[in-house]
């Protein structure tokens, strides 16, 4: 995509460019009065260049238009040949319907140019590129291949001998085109023998919108094509850089002229003798297979596959006509080594009008690299996968609690330190409590 728009971009750029230079023509000639150039036809510019305009003075003998008689400053005929021919594709034989041109025919009048200060001639006999011309007389005849000549109104056309691979003839289109004896004209030519002819080196320059109108209107189209160009070329910088990607897993309607590795089947046609080039570059040595195939057609095309390195070597040469009848098939399988290398796809006989279309394919068979195995998740993952079904919060919660439980049966009894025995405390003597003394009773008192 930001290819096209580069290319669209360098285009428009390519117009501005020519009006810059358009430009730079008209005002880089020295440009004089009409009435100054009769007086002193000489231009100050190396080759002779010079610039004039004024009011349109009609020749002194009336210049008509070959077909339809118009009075005229200048003109231009075109003679078509109409025709019809058979062409033969891949699709199979049709009749197809178009034109060529036999042949332009240009003419202008010597005229006067007077901005009021006197008449000076220009001679347009020899052509010039004027900006605007009016369509006048325009006829289309029945025809054939034998006609010697035709007749456009006043003009009459020799016919010159047509070939039979021409398709034959159905009929002559005449267009004619002039520039009418009014206005005002600006002319940009040549000085020489005292009047403005078309200069050997370019073309003569003639506009009826004046020195100034030609100036404006080159300058806007100037300007536009720079923007617009500049613009498109911008864009495309960002497009081609961060633009999507041209996706070679799949399969696609076109063939980039540069390959890398393998290649989806795409789509590519052979529309010459020299046959459809590739560059492929292999970054992965290895084996490879090259398909070639060309799809079943009422025209069968039957490809030559040709690969080979980047010394010249031709590593494959392969024809398919002994191959399967109907769509033919090319197969080749390669061992190669990093480097790039060249495939072309060619064709040997007769080549049908737009070419033959064929499918190409590369395929590695290099073993894909093994990823490292994942590693085993927890077994509480795979418990809530082989699970009976139960979803949610509530069913992680409850198999967290599972797991925790019989991590906890499972882990063994903790071992205690076994502990120092203390020594039995030693005996404490205890003192022997004193004899009891037996005191006598005293005698009771008597009586």
Request: proline fraction near 6%; include cysteine.
């Amino acid at each position: 995509m930001g290819f096209f728009v580069l290319l669209i971009g360098l285009a428009v750029l390519g117009f501005g460019a020519w009006q810059h230079m358009k430009g730079k023509r008209i005002l880089s000639a020295p440009f004089k009065g009409t009435g100054d150039l009769a007086k002193n036809p000489v231009s100050d510019d190396p080759k002779g260049a010079m610039s004039t305009e004024g009011k349109v003075v009609p020749p002194a003998e009336t210049f008509l238009s070959p077909a339809s008689k118009t009075p005229c400053l200048a003109y231009e005929l075109k003679i078509e040949r109409l025709y019809e021919k058979t062409e033969t594709t891949q699709d199979g034989t049709k009749t197809v319907k178009g034109s060529e041109t036999l042949k332009t025919l240009t003419g202008g009048a010597i005229v006067g140019l007077d901005d009021g200060s006197g008449v000076f001639h220009v001679d347009l006999s020899k052509g010039a590129d004027f900006d605007t011309m009016k369509d006048g007389f325009k006829k289309e005849i029945n025809g054939h291949s034998g006609s010697s000549h035709v007749v456009f109104g006043e003009f009459s056309f020799d016919v010159p001998v047509i070939g039979s691979d021409k398709g034959w003839t159905t009929g002559f289109k005449a267009t004619e085109k002039y520039v009418p004896v009014e206005g005002s004209l600006f002319v940009l030519g040549k000085v020489e023998s005292g009047k403005l002819v078309k200069p050997g080196w370019r073309s003569m320059m003639a506009s009826s919108k004046g020195r100034e109108g030609l100036l404006g209107s080159i300058q806007k189209k100037k300007k536009f094509s720079f923007i617009g160009g500049g613009v498109a070329a911008v864009a495309a910088i960002p497009l081609m850089l961060f633009g999507p990607k041209i996706d070679t897993s799949g399969p696609s309607h076109f063939c980039e002229s540069a390959l890398t590795d393998a290649r989806a089947k795409c789509s590519d046609t052979v529309n010459s003798d020299q046959g459809e080039f590739f560059t492929w570059t292999i970054t992965q040595p290895g084996k490879y297979e090259v398909h070639v195939t060309a799809p079943k057609k009422k025209v069968q095309f039957y490809p030559k596959l040709l690969v080979s390195d980047a010394a010249g070597e031709v590593l494959a040469d392969t024809y398919s006509r002994d191959e399967a009848t109907g769509g033919q098939k090319i197969t080749e399988t390669l061992e190669l080594k990093a480097g790039v290398y060249k495939v072309a796809v060619l064709n040997e006989g007769y080549l049908p009008k737009g070419g033959y279309s064929f499918d190409l394919e590369l395929k590695s068979l290099n073993p894909k690299p093994v990823a490292a195995p994942a590693a085993k998740e927890p077994a509480r993952n795979e418990a809530a996968v082989e699970g009976d079904g139960k979803t949610g919060l509530a069913d992680e919660v409850e198999a967290d609690e599972q797991l925790a439980a019989d991590d906890e049966a499972a882990a063994p009894a903790p071992v205690k330190k076994a502990t120092a025995v203390k020594p039995a405390p030693k005996a404490v003597k205890v003192a022997a409590a004193p004899k009891a003394t037996t005191k006598k009773a005293a005698p009771a008192p008597s009586r």
